[in-house]
């Protein structure tokens, strides 16, 4: 038997249908004039970041899976990544306590420096006397995992951060050497790395030129220090000759970094100049001594 539906029942359904619909939109219009209202700073509308973050807190399925302090952290590195500029970073706190052992030269790990060639993560060289030396690792070996874990897909600062680890503890790499076709673990247990900020050496040449070849590592805390005392020990071995090797160095200090340079040219030389947003300019210029600015010298800054 059909259902009979009279003209005011009619009209009754399609109010009631439009008044959910219109309900429906004003509550969603309501939310967003909320979120930009309450989520604007400085005119900068932070909605956005908001309703996502509300989205995932009520309604992804693993809630235990979600950290947000780690959420946090990749919300405000994508933001800065955003920027497009290689020299402006967001650190968090352990890639900042990274980096703080960098500077002064310390750090717990094997004692290795690593590089990305093609397409590998390569070890540059062992630091000498550590666990990475001892175990027998050699410049050119391909970690292709650590404690199994491949590192085809990792970043050269996730693989570090994955080596180094409390003195005491072992890690794994698995490594590929020269032309072997086969793979081998080696296990290295961690101590505490003190890291050479240069080295340099006295290496003749074929027609007898005697030339100081100065590696450095890395604009430290210490490394004008220790520049100093290897710079008056090149002054007195009678060398002809500088090669600067910069190879792999990832910076660090300016100040240190602009000390050094004052050995290589005359004094008040312009080194570095800086401009901020307004367009006020900082000038380093070199403070000398210029002990080596009459020296031949080569720098190299690239493999």
């Known amino acids: 038997m059909d259902k009979k539906y009279n003209i005011k029942t009619i009209a009754c359904m399609v109010l009631i249908g439009i008044a959910f619909v219109t309900g429906f939109y004003f509550h969603e219009y309501i ?10 700073i400085d005119n900068v509308d932070f ?11 009520d309604n992804y399925v693993d809630q235990e899976k979600l950290d947000q302090e780690k959420m946090i952290y990749g ?20 890639e900042s306590k990274k980096l703080q052992e960098d500077i002064n030269g310390t ?10 060639k093609e397409s590998s993560i390569k070890v540059i060289s062992p630091i000498k006397g550590t666990p990475a030396e001892k175990a027998g690792l050699r410049p050119g070996d391909i970690i292709l995992a650590v404690d199994k874990k491949p590192t085809s897909d990792l970043s050269i600062d996730q693989v570090v951060n994955m080596i180094r680890g409390p003195k005491g503890t072992k890690v794994v790499l698995t490594i590929l050497r020269g032309e072997e076709k086969e793979s081998k673990d080696v296990e290295i247990t961690r101590a505490v790395i003190k890291v050479p900020s240069l080295e340099w050496e006295v290496v003749e040449t ?32 009678g060398v002809d000759g500088i090669i ?4 792999n ?18 004094k008040d030389l312009l080194i570095l ?26 720098i190299l800054v690239k493999d």
């Open 75 to 94: 919300a405000t590195s994508g933001m800065v990544k955003a920027i497009g500029d290689p020299y402006t970073e967001f650190f968090d706190p352990g």
């Open 273 to 298: 100049s800086e401009k901020d947003k307004d367009g006020s300019k900082t000038e380093f210029k070199s403070s000398g001594p210029g002990n080596f600015a009459s020296y031949p010298l080569v």
């Open 107 to 116: 750090f717990e790990g094997v004692g290795i420096q690593i590089g990305s």
């Open 47 to 57: 909605s956005l970041l908001k309703k996502a973050w509300d989205q995932v807190k």
């Open 206 to 237: 074929t027609n007898g030129k005697k030339i100081a070849h100065l590696t450095i590592f890395q604009f430290s805390d210490t490394v004008y220090q220790d520049f100093r005392k290897a710079g008056f020990e090149i002054l007195n071995s």
């Open 249 to 266: 160095n990832p910076g660090g200090l300016v100040n240190h970094a602009n000390s050094i340079a004052g050995w290589f040219v005359e």
């Open 244 to 247: 600067l090797d910069l190879r």
């Open 31 to 40: 939310s967003e004039d909320y979120y930009k209202t309450a989520y604007s």
